[in-house]
């Protein structure tokens, strides 16, 4: 399956999507965005709690990622569709697979590009005090996992219409739902019976056990499993549309 030449095609469409991204200034708008608020978000009470981590800042970023990463999917395929170049895709001698992975792992790309940009936190947190680097690394760990799971669900839904606004409603309402599934008043309000299961399966729980510096195997294999699994979905719908 992952012969030389099948991995090339992906990059292939890989290096297109992500060209693609840094090609429009909206590109630039968005990790100028995402810099801001998270940076002012974070400083304007780092100073007040007088701390030299970045536990706050890491709490934050699940929610700002609710709007960026649908922002970056939200063209995806929807855009495709709409401009009719999905056809064209699709006769190319690709997979479902390929061109599902090239664009994921584009936006993916994309996505850590305007993390390793938050950079400067750390260091500047690093002359103010102290820090501990294991819980910095876990999280930004778990930023990337998370910010993977929220791409692959907001590409299989910007697959199911031609609207970009849709597309990007719908993955801001679904990314919410499965970031807040596992949230504590959710669970105690929840059928005790469906705790467990709601905490597992609750994004942002998952992502708080890696930020504090645990790298524990089960989350790791939900975030992977959660990937692959609309990123299945996503190429069934590809498939339908062939």
């Not at 630039?28 to 030299?52: D, K, P, R, T």
């Not at 993390?115 to 910095?136: N, Q, R």
């Not at 690394?137 to 996992?145: E, K, N, P, R, T």
Request: proline share 3%.
């Amino acid at each position: 399956m992952f012969s030389k030449i099948y991995l090339q095609k992906i990059y292939a469409l890989f290096k297109k999507e992500l060209f693609s991204y840094f090609n429009s200034p909206i590109a630039y708008i968005f990790i100028a965005v995402f810099l801001i608020v998270g940076n002012w978000l974070f400083f304007n009470s780092f100073f007040v709690i007088g701390q030299a981590n970045m536990r706050n800042y890491f709490i934050l970023l699940p929610w700002i990622f609710l709007f960026l990463t649908p922002a970056i999917t939200m063209r995806g395929w929807a855009e495709e569709k709409r401009s009719g170049t999905i056809e064209f895709l699709l006769t190319l001698p690709i997979t479902d697979w390929q061109a599902v992975l090239g664009k994921f792992l584009a936006a993916l790309a994309f996505l850590v590009v305007a993390l390793v940009l938050t950079a400067t936190l750390p260091v500047t947190v690093s002359y103010l005090g102290a820090v501990d680097v294991g819980p910095i690394i876990g999280s930004y760990l778990g930023a990337v996992l998370m910010g993977a799971a929220y791409l692959a669900l907001g590409l299989f839904i910007s697959s199911l219409t031609k609207n970009q606004i849709i597309a990007f409603i719908a993955a801001v309402a679904a990314c919410f739902l499965f970031f807040f599934i596992g949230n504590d008043f959710v669970i105690m309000t929840a059928p005790r019976v469906l705790a467990p299961l709601l905490q597992w399966l609750g994004l942002g729980a998952h992502f708080d056990n890696i930020a504090r510096g645990v790298i524990d195997t089960k989350d790791i294999i939900y975030y992977l499993s959660f990937i692959w699994l609309w990123l299945w979905l996503n190429k069934e719908i590809i498939a339908l549309r062939r």
